[in-house]
């Protein structure tokens, strides 16, 4: 099936935004290899790049050109701030405001057409990588795994996950909850898919943690996947 680009809302986040998401800067970041997956209108690669640290996004809306990309980001912006009233559900102390966190959004769309290329945004589809073994220190995913837990399937998440952890020897994912936050009561508030990964990848160290990033309400936790010796058990922090 043809990619349609007038369908796919293309948003992207700030580094700064990342950074609160993962508990990454750029010193600790300083020397390694990282990969966006998938990466969308995001400025972390191009924040990355600038301060000389290797890395690379995909995302399947790189099979098109910079103008067209450009032209649909510009569209979903206007169209997801048309109505800020959906804003009212969420916590703003990161953002501060509604006009701040549209204006993330228009900086990261900014950042990254200026610094799109064929070279660093490579066309790609999870759960297929088009990288060596090992090719990246770190893997950061953000808002697609457990996001879209009722149209992705858990063999998806499955294959996806360990995909990432073939290319890479670290995965950071976030957030771990579904679109709606459908479960934000429960005392178990995060998408089933995620306790089902923890007893599947015993042969990795997983680790739930704290972030103080909190836009939607309990949704504050990302999930750190690292290869490890096959003795032990997976570890969860919380």
Not at 33 to 52: Q, R
Not at 183 to 202: A, G, T
């Amino acid at each position: 099936m043809t990619l349609q680009l007038e369908n796919i809302v293309i948003t992207g986040r700030t580094f700064e935004e990342y950074s609160a998401f993962f508990d990454l800067d750029l010193e600790n970041l300083k020397g390694k290899k990282v990969l966006d997956c998938p990466s969308g209108a995001s400025s972390f690669v191009a924040t990355l790049d600038k301060n000389d640290i290797e890395a690379k996004g995909v995302d399947v809306i790189y099979e098109f050109d910079k103008d067209s990309i450009e032209s649909q980001g510009i569209k979903s912006i206007e169209k997801i701030y048309k109505d800020t009233s959906w804003m009212d559900a969420y916590k703003m102390d990161f953002y501060k405001s509604k006009e701040n966190h549209r204006f993330q959004r228009e900086s990261a769309l900014k950042a990254f057409i200026s610094d799109y290329n064929k070279e660093n945004y490579m066309l790609a589809k999870l759960p297929n990588l088009p990288f060596e073994n090992d090719s990246f220190d770190v893997i950061v995913s953000s808002h697609l795994l457990f996001v879209y837990d009722d149209r992705l399937d858990f063999k998806f998440h499955k294959n996806s996950i360990l995909e990432m952890l073939r290319v890479a020897k670290e995965v950071r994912i976030f957030p771990l909850v579904d679109f709606k936050n459908s479960r934000v009561n429960e005392e178990k508030n995060f998408s089933p898919f995620v306790y089902q990964l923890l007893e599947e990848l015993s042969n990795f160290k997983c680790e739930i943690l704290k972030t103080d990033f909190e836009f939607q309400p309990r949704a504050n936790f990302y999930l750190k996947i690292m290869k490890k010796n096959l003795e032990g058990s997976h570890e969860t922090t919380i």
